[in-house]
């Protein structure tokens, strides 16, 4: 509490967030006015594997080959094209700009981030950060940060599905707050069913899946992913 006292006293910031914090902290965030909840988790399951070595998809999870959206197409972003998006990068908060995404994942020194496109016809609408995750010879995604992605109107589903196909990996995975999740039902991705778990800690690997709290105070509501803690983080 004092430190969140000197901050608020010394910087005056406009928002204060906590992501990952346990029950008893957000009690006490809640007490000083803090809005808290959990990050949702949405996912998309690769649909020719019948066999999962890091997630467990029972039958209720189990995905179908969806049907494309015409004239939309998901592709791999160079780290020298980023520039021609950096309108759609300012679109999320006028903070994460395009300096922001190099610096926070393109230039990180132990992950390797990629970054995808969502294009419809010729117009490119949105921006995933995503890190590709292996447990032995399995491997799984995990998009850590959006940008642009309330541009996009169509279901996805079936573009990921052919994007987990090429990458051979199990799913992919989103975590996020409420607004997001939303729109992310969408999009195509899915609530984990009551009998199905997808892990959330990799460094250690935990199987059972964790539920992340978080907490924000602010002027303004804001949208949280995983890339905006320290739960993407190298465990050294």
Known sequence: MDLLNYVNDSFSPSSVSAIGINNQVAMLYKLMGFTTGYLHQRFIVNPVKSLFSIGNFFDSNKSVIAKK????????????????????????????????????????????????????SNSVLALLVFRKLFIEESSCLRIVDSFGLNNVKFCVKALFQDFLILENSEYVDFLCTDSVNKHLDLLGFSLPASDSKIPN????????PVRVHYAYKGKHKFDIFKG??????PNI
């Open 228 to 233: 905006d803690s320290d739960l993407d983080r």
């Open 69 to 120: 959206f015409p004239s939309s197409q998901l592709f791999e972003i160079h780290v020298n094209d980023l520039e021609n998006y950096k309108d759609i990068i300012l679109q999320n908060c006028l903070k994460k700009d395009l300096n922001y995404l190099i610096n926070r994942y393109i230039n990180h020194p132990n992950y390797k981030y990629r970054v995808i496109g969502i294009k419809y």
């Open 201 to 208: 800690l990799f460094e250690p690997f935990l199987r059972e």
